[in-house]
């Protein structure tokens, strides 16, 4: 069974940081492209940080760059997303997908016609 599991959701003071993690079973994650989506209560999906599958490509949403940072560990079939400066407007369900659809552009780009494999989301909250 292909799968998805992210972790590492909780509440989070504003300046805090996370890390989530997002682990793959059933497929190995070093040939696809992988990438962290977020959606917000009454707001589109967004896609914030993603990397293609050549690793070459990556892209950050202008709300999070400088702030987030993409990495992947091969060896633990992982995906991470470091979240450093939270601030309150990074509340959200956070998911994370891998796809080996479209381009390199288009997946680096968080098109999420380029994803073939979605997780269950874990919930993020920055508040004081």
């Known amino acids: 069974q292909l799968q998805l599991v992210e972790s590492g959701g909780g509440l989070v003071q504003p300046g805090g940081s996370l890390r989530l993690s997002c682990a793959a079973s059933?497929?190995?994650?070093?040939?696809?492209?992988v990438g962290w989506f977020r959606q917000a209560p009454g707001k589109e999906r967004e896609g914030i940080a993603c990397?293609?599958?050549?690793?070459?490509?990556?892209n950050y949403a202008k709300t999070v760059k400088g702030r987030f940072s993409i990495s992947r560990d091969n060896a633990k079939n992982t995906v991470y997303l470091q979240m450093n400066s939270l601030k309150p407007e990074d509340t959200a369900v956070y998911y994370c997908?891998?796809?080996?659809?479209?381009?390199?552009?288009?997946?680096?780009?968080?098109?999420?016609?380029?994803?073939?494999?979605w997780g269950q989301g874990t919930q993020v909250t920055v508040s004081s």
């Open positions: 990397t293609s599958s050549s690793g070459i490509s990556k």
């Open positions: 997908a891998a796809g080996l659809r479209g381009s390199s552009f288009l997946q680096a780009m968080c098109n999420p016609g380029a994803y073939d494999y």
């Open positions: 059933g497929f190995t994650l070093d040939n696809y492209a």
